[in-house]
């Protein structure tokens, strides 16, 4: 019986140790294998009735520490998201240079005041005047350079998301295929190790795109879930969508509706992700893109505004200026009105030498209208007949030369044939140059909405800088998102041609959030295809009214409560940057340049223009070293600076993010490194062990091959001895 016992031992032995040999095998032919984790194989003994009667394999065993893998896949997913912004940041700077190159757009900028000074030196100069319009026009094409380039990152990144997504699925897909094989395996006692591993090298590389949380059951199925709770496995592989968008520009917006969203089973859960190059690709579009793009419009916007008001007080000479287009749009002429401050604004006809050929000034010409009786208000179709009124008594007939035109902006144009050109002239009660003060009613309802300095100024009858974009855009500064009214008011919407299409009541507890709300649910505002959203920027959120079809639109307030002036609601700047451009006559004829002011003689009351008044070259030069009020745009908070610093601050932030997100990206990498190797540690196959396990099967093999060899020898003596 004992033989019998050994023999069965030995058989044991040589049966276990035939299966350590395969462990080994399997470890040393997967050691260049990614994501294999080395398999130990386990024995015991084997007892019976109480006895030990040999060895039995207890199965394979991996080498893995869950607590490093997990750490292994939040660290994997911090640094996809970092790999992302390293990119984005770079490729951001070699746009906008930084504020040390010679073609950043503060470069630019200084280039064009030292253009303007030069023509403060010698405004005669026809080529000088060419060559300030060049560089304003180099300045405009490299704010809408800069623009294009953040608008096609953003849709770059909504690509991505939508391609990250597909691989996302891919992946669940995957796990899911795995979770079944290895249940059926472990209901069949077969082993599961090289399952296993393949399944955790899925959720490592699903933690480059996604941060998530997951846990295993005993069925041996891995569940696994957004880090706000979502399921994206359990027992079916969830489906995420995202499609992108073909086009962008700056004032579209996730939160306003114009991205699509990550969704699963129909519920958005885009900003469930947190890390991951998904997280970052979504950080990109909706929140670092869009604050530089707020960032480019604000220095775009000021610019185009500080000197236009410049140019505006100037007039052309010797040229003729006989031709003006004014760049506000008026969507009820009749009945939006302004009201003139302190002073008047003088109308000056002048002859080819300079000198005066007719006089008179806007307030008299609204007094005639009103049948002599003193008034310094008007619609806006009032001025305009006020203009023509004074161009038909130089003319000595009636004529129309000032109209409103089918855009709804102001224009004049006096005919070729006439030989003098038109000036405007803004002067206090003593009448020294001063920019009047402009009351404009943008309702009708006889509250003042707005208030512009400077009578050319206000309908833009002289600008320099000029953009294509109507006013179908408002936005309000930048306030905390726990902003509230604190009092009662309405806001009032109109479109062409109507100033009053719908209102909406203001109480003292609507926060930014609830007027959004309520102008998407006013069935007139529907209608007319307006809505609102409230959009995150910097630290805070606007308010963004939009007019979908890209319609003129008026947002008024109907009370003097002063609710939507705390707000700050506006024409948005978003999009200057992109559409501005030096006037187009401006451009093909640069004498048109303002350089002077129209002189008024004290003595005589006869106002002139000289060839050498430089004025308003040098008033266009000092613009550049002004400190300009800037709003709180983007992550740059509100302040004084001038153009060129403002402009320095957009690249030297850039460029400070650039290097956080490089250093950061660094460290990361080191971090998931070390854990990497220590994971290698732990669960890599280390050959020279695996030699020596390889001899020690061997040797146990050959050991229980001579016991069984000398246990058949022992039965032929048995059997021997019985014969």
Do not use: C
């Not at 500080?306 to 200026?321: I, S, V």
């Not at 010409?365 to 806006?380: E, I, M, R, W």
């Not at 044939?417 to 009613?441: C, K, L, N, P, Y």
């Amino acid at each position: 019986m004992s033989i019998t016992l050994a023999l069965g031992a030995a058989m044991s032995g040589l049966s276990t140790a035939q299966q350590g040999l395969d462990s080994v095998s399997r470890n040393i032919s997967n050691v260049n294998t990614r994501g294999y984790t080395r398999k130990v194989f386990v024995q015991e003994s084997q007892i019976l009735a109480g006895k030990g009667v040999g060895v039995r394999a207890k199965g394979l065993e991996r080498t893995v520490d869950e607590s490093l893998m997990r750490d292994i896949r939040r660290a994997a997913a911090i640094a996809g998201d970092y790999t992302v912004k390293t990119n984005y940041y770079a490729r951001i700077q070699d746009t906008f240079g930084t504020p040390a190159d010679n073609s950043s757009i503060s470069h630019t900028i200084a280039n064009l005041a030292e253009q303007f000074e030069t023509l403060g030196l010698d405004v005669s100069s026809l080529t000088q005047a060419s060559n300030v319009v060049r560089s304003a026009e180099d300045v405009a094409d490299q704010l809408a350079r800069m623009t294009s380039a953040v608008q096609d990152l953003r849709l770059e990144a909504d690509r991505s998301i939508e391609s990250d997504v597909q691989s996302v699925n891919d992946l669940l897909e995957r796990i899911d295929t795995l979770n079944a094989q290895i249940v059926r395996s472990q209901n069949t006692f077969q082993d599961t190790g090289d399952l296993e591993d393949q399944r955790d090298q899925a959720l490592t590389d699903l933690a480059g795109y996604i941060d998530f949380s997951y846990f295993k059951r005993d069925s041996g199925e891995v569940i696994i879930l957004t880090t706000s709770g979502a399921s994206l496995l359990d027992k079916n592989p969830v489906t995420l969508t995202h499609q992108a968008v073909t086009k962008t520009d700056a004032g579209l917006t996730y939160e306003g509706g114009n991205f699509n969203g990550i969704t699963a089973n129909g519920i958005d859960i885009t900003k469930d992700f947190k890390s991951g190059s998904i997280a970052a690709y979504v950080e990109m579009r909706d929140t670092t893109l869009t604050a530089m793009q707020s960032e480019i419009d604000e220095l775009a916007a000021q610019m185009k505004d500080e000197l236009n008001a410049a140019h505006n007080r100037g007039t052309p000479y010797p040229e003729l200026a006989q031709s003006f287009s004014g760049s506000r749009t008026f969507i009820d002429p009749a009945n939006q009105t302004i009201t003139l401050g302190t002073g008047d604004v003088a109308l000056v006809l002048y002859n080819a030498d300079g000198t005066q050929a007719a006089q008179s000034t806007i307030k008299d010409q609204l007094t005639l209208l009103n049948g002599g009786t003193p008034t310094d208000s008007g619609s806006v179709n009032d001025v305009v007949a006020a203009l023509n009124n004074f161009f038909s008594g130089y003319a000595g007939g009636s004529v129309s030369w000032a109209s409103v035109d089918a855009d709804g902006h102001v224009a004049i144009d006096i005919p070729s044939t006439e030989t003098v050109g038109f000036a405007m002239r803004d002067e206090d009660v003593t009448h020294a140059a001063s920019d009047i003060s402009v009351q404009f009613d943008a309702n009708g309802d006889g509250l003042s909405d707005q208030t512009v300095k400077g009578f050319s100024n206000f309908f833009g009858l002289n600008d320099f800088y000029v953009d294509s974009r109507s006013d179908y855009l408002y936005d309000s500064k930048i306030v905390s998102t726990g902003w509230k009214a604190s009092t009662t008011s309405e806001m009032q919407f109109g479109v062409a041609g109507d100033t009053d299409i719908a209102r909406i009541s203001i109480g003292p507890q609507d926060t930014i959030q609830s007027i959004a709300a309520k102008i998407n649910a006013d069935p007139d505002l529907a209608a007319a295809n307006i809505s609102a959203a409230v959009v995150n920027e910097g630290a805070g959120v606007r308010l963004r009214i939009l007019q979908n079809d890209g319609a003129e639109m008026v947002v008024t307030e109907t009370t003097s409560a002063g609710v939507l002036s705390r707000l700050g609601v506006e024409a948005s700047n978003s999009g200057t940057a992109a559409a501005l451009g030096v006037r187009s006559d401006l451009s093909a004829n640069p004498s048109l340049l303002a350089s002077g002011v129209t002189q008024r003689n004290a003595d005589t009351g006869q106002y002139t223009l000289g060839v050498g008044d430089n004025s308003i070259a040098n008033a266009m030069a000092a613009v550049f070293d002004a400190q300009v009020a800037f709003g709180a745009s983007g992550k740059i908070a509100a302040g004084n600076q001038t153009f060129s610093e403002y402009a320095a601050s957009i690249l030297s932030q850039n460029s400070s993010e650039a290097a956080r997100a490089e250093s950061q990206a660094a460290t990361q990498q080191t971090l998931v490194d070390s854990l990497n190797l220590k994971q290698g540690q732990i669960s890599g196959v280390n050959l020279d062990e695996e030699l020596t396990q390889l001899i020690i099967y061997q040797q146990a093999y050959s050991a229980a091959a001579r016991v069984i060899t000398t246990n058949q020898q022992l039965f032929d003596v048995l059997n021997n001895i019985k014969t």
